[in-house]
């Protein structure tokens, strides 16, 4: 059941009043029971998955809350009697235990995602280097389960952590892991965020619900009237067989831009939206992205609770372990001193790349696609020193114009990488992004080459004038929260908007027949 | 109360807002797709017919209740929608059972070879044009295909949102209204494109036609017993695409066992007196207004004979009503006509 879907409108409408009309302290309950039944419409097999994610981590985050808490009473017991070295040796024996839980939970839930989703991968590259024939293996890959997964094992590490107590109510770890406004393409979420208004009582408020109803619209605009309206542009651009190499393919990196831009931040808008309306307030994952002015910046505002899960769960946790130090401090003494203090940061940096190019999909080109950005960022970090020299000498690089040609400058490094999506292998991608400098052919930008990509030239003004509004709001919400502005403005204009929207989206979408409605292209990871 | 008000007056505001964008981007078929009224048509002439033709363009191209009127005071209307299935049929007949009972219905039997839809068009065709009822739901229901919604129907501006590229003149202009186009459901057409060559009929790997329409021909028949009609089944004039004789003994055979009239024109064309060289405007697939007239003049002598059809010009009412439409008839013949000696062939039907 896709959120673009009649069905699922139909879903919603029905659960929001039923949310409101049932006491509020059964409200969580139903949102369990239809988070179930929103996954199940995309397969019963699938709910396994989910259960099994979410039955783990609730166990383990039980298992590892009692070893915490018998810990605690056993200290407090026996406070006088313990040394201080005692006390440090018996943690260390409960946070052992607690690790030993963790680590099956982690096992277990990576295992599974492991099978399910790089076996194939795995068995490509062994026959691609051992010249074998092993057969494939053909799994359901249920839908979101990089996101849900994540989001539940965040939730184990925090309780191992000691961050929060765990959830002993099983139904409500459930619900957790299932929430469905967020369950096929996240955000993923923190517990301790998410918890609080997921499992809180809600009277019903109007200004909530109107704000939330708003931020629906707001990204169905988004998703059908842009990303979807160049899908087929984009899909011929990068068909394996297509020879649109220089210009076209600068069209593919703005195209593909927008696309990814319209679908991903559209998708979480309806996602926050539709938890807004319930509610329940879930993360932001974008903050103007395509306005940072560099690649750094640009991943501290693009997919934002993917970036600090990997910070906070894999690059925290390599960079000050103590093997990781240890290493480092051998590698100061023994090779250098810069060498050694580095380490750790190459280490979990190019460790946090390779693994977010693995959960984006099981193939080359995504890992290069991280390493790509491993590699850039690294570099970045290495020049730092020499842009604040550059800075300092030049007054021109600290005026605005400066600052719009690194907007503008990024976007376009960030799109040569990000078309690794739909490049599907470095080689075609390199052999592409090099044309760009070698095919002088932008004659085809006036000969009608682009008139053959699927879209004709209304099309193209309906994307124009879309990404036009889809950058003006970015721009007004540098002036604060979009919404609020736009309730505050008198009821004609700020209804005639909601209107427009409304209109825009239902007649400029591209949905229905002769269309093949595009899903969610983050669903796939 | 007075938040719930402006609510109230926002989301009627809105839904009269889309609706009119419905209004706007539905087809017109004005211009092209003229078939497309067909199915909304037959309101505007329902109340008083004795006889109901349901079926697909051989029914609307081959038989002219103006004729049946004339020659032997029978009221009659076409149902006919361009490859109407037989569920659809089913549902045309239901629906009209809701505005009135006829004495005879006469089903064109070609559609049963089809036990799926062909066309999402021709799904729109038949359906889009119907008044909401139970049987428009069910027709509905029996005819979409895999991509298509229930929701698209009822709201038809989810399907036609992408013609904003395409809106013109003639979207503006019938946003409300529209212009006839038949005659009781009969499509006129004057001009003559005789037969030269008739294809060779493809053989089938089976004859057999599906359950599926079985099934809807029992509906058809129990409804029709149900509500004391005759039920005629037809096989309307045509040339080809042809029809098999196996086909032909099924449905013999169904209508012998049913205790049901079946007319095989085709078997008739001499008593008819349809001559393919001078009454079909396509070469054969269908009749023009000359052959469905012999077609509706000889079927006539058929239909007068059965129950409860009478002749029914001595009704005053009646006949000033049918006098307005023999008007009609005989204005869009001469427009026909005269486009025919101006320039040789029919632009416009109107």
Redesign the interface.
């Known amino acids: 059941m896709s959120f673009i879907s009649?069905g699922f409108f139909a879903f919603f409408a029905a659960l929001l009043l039923l949310y409101y009309l049932v006491p509020r302290r059964f409200q969580w309950m139903l949102l369990l029971a239809a988070s179930i039944a929103f996954y199940a419409s995309f397969g019963l097999k699938y709910l396994i998955y989910l259960g099994v994610t979410a039955v783990s981590t609730w166990a383990a985050g039980v298992r590892m809350d009692d070893l915490y808490r018998a810990q605690d009473a056993y200290l407090k017991e026996h406070k006088q009697e313990m040394s201080r070295e005692e006390r440090k040796a018996y943690k260390a024996r409960v946070s052992g235990r607690a690790k030993g839980v963790l680590v099956l939970c982690l096992l277990l839930n990576l295992g599974i995602l492991a099978v399910i989703k790089y076996t194939n991968f795995a068995l490509e590259n062994v026959n691609a280097i051992f010249r074998t024939d092993l057969a494939y293996v053909k799994f359901a890959l249920p839908i979101g389960i990089s996101f849900y997964m994540f989001q539940s094992l965040g939730y184990a590490i925090d309780v191992y952590r000691r961050k929060y107590p765990a959830e002993r109510n099983l139904a409500k770890t459930a619900l957790f892991t299932s929430f469905f406004p967020q369950l096929i393409q996240g955000p993923i979420s923190r517990f301790d965020e998410l918890s609080q208004s997921l499992f809180a009582e809600h009277a019903f408020d109007?200004r909530e619900v109107t704000f939330g109803l708003w931020r629906v619209l707001w990204g169905m605009f988004k998703k059908l009237v842009i990303a979807d309206r160049l899908a087929p542009a984009v899909a011929a651009l990068t068909a394996a067989d297509a020879s649109y190499s220089g210009v076209f393919v600068l069209a593919t990196i703005l195209f593909y831009a927008l696309q990814i831009y319209g679908d991903f931040t559209g998708g979480i808008d309806i996602t926050i939206g539709l938890a807004q309306m319930l509610g329940v307030k879930v993360a932001e994952n974008f903050n103007r992205p395509f306005l940072s002015k560099n690649i750094a910046e640009y991943w501290r505002r693009w997919h934002i609770t993917m970036g600090t899960w990997f910070r906070d769960y894999i690059f925290y946790s390599m960079s000050v372990s103590p093997k990781m130090l240890k290493f480092s401090k051998w590698a100061k003494n023994r090779i250098h001193p810069e060498v050694g203090k580095r380490l750790p940061v190459y280490l979990s940096t190019i460790t946090v790349w390779l693994a977010t190019g693995l959960w984006h999909g099981a193939a080359w080109h995504f890992i290069v696609w991280g390493m790509v950005n491993c590699v850039i960022l690294l570099i970045s970090q290495e020049l730092a020193p020499v842009y604040r020299k550059f800075h300092a000498r030049f007054a021109w690089s600290n005026t605005k114009g400066w600052e719009i040609f690194m907007v503008i400058r990024t976007f376009w490094m960030m799109g040569m990488i990000r078309v690794l999506d739909v490049y599907h292998t470095p080689g075609f991608w390199a052999r592409q992004i090099a044309s760009i400098f070698t095919t002088g052919n932008w004659g085809a930008l006036f000969d009608g080459s682009f008139l053959k990509l699927g879209l004709?030239a209304?099309d193209y003004l309906v994307v124009l004038v879309g990404s036009l509004v889809m950058l003006a709001v970015s721009l007004a919400k540098g002036k604060g929260p979009v919404r609020e502005q736009l309730a505050a403005k008198p009821a004609v204009v700020r209804?005639g908007l909601i209107?427009l929207l409304?209109?825009a989206t239902?007649?400029?979408?591209?949905?229905?027949?002769?269309?093949d409605a595009a899903q969610f292209i983050y669903v796939q990871f | 109360m007075k938040k719930v008000i402006r609510c109230l007056v926002l989301v009627l505001g809105l839904a009269a807002s889309l609706w009119l964008l419905q209004r706007l981007t539905m087809p017109k078929y004005i211009h092209e797709n003229e078939e497309g009224v067909l199915a909304g048509e037959y309101y505007a002439n329902s109340g008083d017919n004795d006889v109901l033709f349901l079926g697909d363009c051989e029914v609307y191209s081959n038989f002219s209740p103006v004729k049946l009127w004339e020659e032997y005071g029978i009221t009659s209307v076409i149902r006919g929608t361009p490859q109407q299935l037989i569920w659809q049929s089913y549902a045309m007949l239901q629906d009209t059972l809701l505005h009135e009972v006829p004495k005879v219905v006469v089903f064109n039997v070609y559609s049963m070879r089809y036990d799926k839809s062909e066309s999402e068009a021709y799904n729109r065709l038949a359906l889009d044009g119907m008044h909401w009822s139970k049987a428009k739901a069910e027709g509905i229901r029996a005819s979409m295909e895999e991509k298509e919604t229930f929701a698209s129907y009822v709201f038809p501006l989810l399907r036609f949102h992408s013609r904003w590229k395409e809106l013109g003149a003639d979207d503006l202009r019938y946003m409300f209204r529209s212009e006839q186009l038949s005659h009781n459901g009969y499509v006129m057409r004057v001009d003559t494109k005789p037969v030269t060559v008739i294809p060779d009929p493809i053989p089938l790997p089976d004859y057999t036609y599906p359950e599926r329409d079985w099934e809807y021909l029992d509906k058809i028949r129990d409804c029709c017993k149900e509500h004391g009609i005759t039920l005629i089944l037809i096989k309307s004039p045509s040339c080809y695409p042809h029809w098999f004789e196996q086909w032909d003994q099924q449905i013999a055979d169904y209508a012998k066992e049913n205790d049901l009239i079946y007319v095989n024109f085709l078997a008739h064309q001499e008593e008819t007196g349809i001559d393919y060289q001078t009454d079909t405007f396509d070469a054969g697939q269908h009749l023009n207004l000359s052959g469905a007239e012999k077609a509706s003049a000889w079927f006539g002598k058929i239909l007068k004979e059965q129950p409860g059809v009478s002749d029914r010009r001595g009704d005053e009412a009646l006949a000033a009503a049918w006098e307005k439409k023999m008007e009609f008839y005989e204005a869009m013949k001469a427009s026909q006509m005269k486009q025919l000696e101006e320039t040789g062939e029919v632009h416009s039907y109107r």
């Open positions: 009649i109007g004709d209304a209804y209107w409304i209109a239902v007649i400029f979408g591209a949905y229905g027949i002769g269309y």
